[in-house]
């Protein structure tokens, strides 16, 4: 039997395969895919998965809603389940619920809006009993208390009020939006992200930015500091590669300061000690773990490269083991 797991989101589509028991084989990824760019393409890029993994059950969780190429959440959820069932035709499909119920049918949509979250912790719940569910990516950070029970909000926007939901990734977030100033204030346009910060701190290469530049340029370490130089209205050879270097590092620094803030809130509040993460971003999660004071349990360590797909892992594994 084998079981796909499949996280459709904003800017990636991440898959997972797992055949057996879900401990050995498989394939699975990270998929550059924009969805305000190319939501007539979902189907065929998800058939193009069919044809290659051939899955006999397929596990979906789905965030793509939020984007503005969809005039509302449920037209997206609807328009990502339709999309779903075309392209595996012959398989068994399941969507997932913010409540944890796994359905053939993502109805009301409005239950199944950014429920990738859940995939994780109701896989992980298995294994931990109280933990702080971590999980960074190119655009966001969530975080997830658990105590016996999955504690967090339902929605976006609950989860925003409540420092469960953070706004920043490690890619596409525009560096403005986390560095404000830096001996100026930053112009506020879409002139550098955070996957130019962290090419020029070293904690990514350029293969790991997926994303589009702001620029169209290339992902090169002077390319990156030349668009962050753009941010204080210079050229790079007006302010020197140093100052650009400490500015990356500043802006590191402040993203770490930010993510550690919200970890030691809801830890505080909910009498966690410890952080289970995982995402491209764990370089940064294990970092503001530290500077909150809590352990640290690293899925990468655990699961490899799984990790930064792992709600699309998590998924597959549950799939594998519902029975109707």
């Not at 975080?143 to 504690?151: D, F, Q, Y």
């Not at 925003?160 to 100033?181: A, D, N, Q, S």
């Not at 970092?287 to 490269?305: F, N």
Request: aromatic share 10%; hydrophobic share 45%; charged share 25%.
């Amino acid at each position: 039997m084998s079981s796909l797991g499949l996280d459709v989101g904003g800017a990636n589509l991440k898959f997972s395969l797992v055949e057996g028991k879900g401990e050995k084989g498989g394939m699975g990824g990270i998929i550059y895919f924009p969805i305000w760019k190319n939501a007539d393409r979902l189907a065929n890029r998800l058939a193009e998965l069919n044809d290659t993994l051939e899955p006999e059950k397929v596990g979906v969780v789905i965030t793509a809603e939020l984007s503005d190429v969809f005039s509302s959440k449920s037209e997206g959820v609807k328009f990502v389940e339709s999309s779903v069932l075309k392209a595996f035709p012959d398989s068994e499909v399941y969507f997932l619920s913010v409540d944890g119920v796994l359905s053939r049918e993502a109805n009301p949509p409005s239950d199944f809006a950014a429920s990738n979250w859940v995939a994780s912790v109701l896989f992980l719940a298995k294994t931990f009993e109280d933990f702080l569910f971590a999980d960074m990516g190119s655009t966001t950070t969530d975080l997830i208390p658990v105590k016996g029970k999955i504690l967090a909000a339902k929605t976006d926007y609950e989860r925003l009020k409540r420092g469960e939901l953070i706004y920043m990734g490690v890619l596409r977030t525009p560096v403005f939006h986390v560095l404000p100033h830096f001996t100026v204030p930053l112009v506020p346009e879409f002139f550098a992200i955070t996957g130019d910060v962290f090419v020029v701190t070293g904690d990514i290469a350029a293969d790991d930015y997926t994303c589009e530049t702001p620029d169209g340029r290339g992902k090169e370490v002077k390319n990156c500091m030349q668009r962050l130089a753009r941010q204080l209205c210079c050229d790079l050879e007006e302010i020197g590669e140093d100052f650009v270097t400490e500015l990356a590092a500043e802006a590191k620094k402040a993203i770490i300061e930010k993510i550690a803030n919200a970890m030691s809130g809801l830890a505080s509040i909910h009498g966690l000690n410890t952080v289970v993460g995982c995402g491209i971003g764990e370089f940064i999660l294990q970092h503001a773990a530290k500077t909150a004071g809590l352990d640290y349990i690293s899925l990468r360590e655990m699961y490899g490269e799984r990790s930064h797909y792992f709600p699309a892992y998590a998924m597959a594994r549950l799939v594998e083991e519902f029975e109707p």
